[in-house]
C-alpha cells in the first residue's frame, strides 16, 4: 500500500479496558460491534496481559482493537482502532520481562485501521442507526483483514521473512517509531523459527 501509515502507537489505553469513554449513547454501537465480531467468531477476549480485543483462542492470533469511537459532524461515529497479530508466548515472555508495569502491556504489533481501504467507507455509523446492519457490514470487513493475516506459527514466520503482513510490510505494524516491543516481537518470531 501506498500512501501515508498511520501510526498505531495513539491507540493506547485511556483509562478503561476499551480505551474510550463509554457514554450512554456509545454503548448500543459497541455492543453491536461485539455482537457482529461474536457472530463471524471473533470474540471480544483478553489475551495475556494485553487490554480486551477481538482474537481467538490460539498461540498467534491476528486481532482486531476497537479503541475509539469518534464523532464526526455530519451525524456519523467512526469507528477506529487497530488490526495486529498476538503471538501468546511473546507476550508471556513480555509480560515477565516488565511485570507490574501496565504502560508495557500494550500491543506491539498494531496499525491503525485507517490504513486499510476496504474499511473506509464502512467505518461510519449514524447516531440514529440501525447499528446492527451497520457493525455487521464493518466487522465483516475487518474479518475479512483478519483472515488474511497470520493465525498459526509457521504463517507468521513467513509474513516475517516475506516482509508481508496482510498486504503490507511488517514495519507497518510497528506502532510508531519508538516501539521497543514491536522489534523485540521480530526478534522472538526470527530467533524462535530458525529452524526454517
Not at 18 to 46: H, N, Y
Not at 68 to 84: P, S
Not at 94 to 121: C, I, K, M
Request: glycine residues 8%.
Amino acid at each position: 500500500m501506498s500512501g501515508r501509515i498511520y501510526p498505531g502507537n495513539s491507540l493506547f489505553q485511556r483509562g478503561n479496558e476499551l480505551g474510550m469513554r463509554i457514554t450512554k449513547d456509545r454503548r448500543p454501537v459497541l455492543q453491536a460491534i461485539e455482537s457482529a465480531m461474536a457472530s463471524f467468531g471473533w470474540p471480544l477476549r483478553r489475551v495475556c496481559a494485553l487490554p480486551s480485543c477481538y482474537a481467538r483462542d490460539s498461540a498467534v492470533t491476528p486481532y482486531f482493537l476497537c479503541s475509539n469511537l469518534a464523532r464526526r459532524r455530519f451525524g456519523c461515529y467512526c469507528v477506529e482502532g487497530a488490526i495486529g497479530v498476538i503471538h501468546s508466548g511473546f507476550e508471556r515472555v513480555w509480560a515477565q520481562r516488565y511485570p507490574g508495569d501496565p504502560s508495557e502491556h500494550r500491543f506491539g504489533v498494531l496499525l491503525h485501521t485507517a490504513n486499510f481501504r476496504e474499511l473506509h467507507d464502512c467505518a461510519y455509523i449514524a447516531y440514529e442507526g440501525p447499528f446492527d446492519t451497520a457493525a455487521e457490514r464493518l466487522c465483516a470487513s475487518i474479518v475479512s483483514i483478519l483472515q488474511r493475516l497470520p493465525s498459526d506459527e509457521d504463517e507468521l514466520w513467513q509474513a516475517v521473512e516475506n516482509d508481508d503482513l496482510g498486504g503490507h510490510r511488517v514495519n507497518d505494524y510497528s506502532g510508531g517509531p519508538h516501539n521497543g516491543k514491536f522489534n523485540a516481537f521480530k526478534t522472538f518470531v526470527k530467533q524462535r523459527f530458525q529452524h526454517h
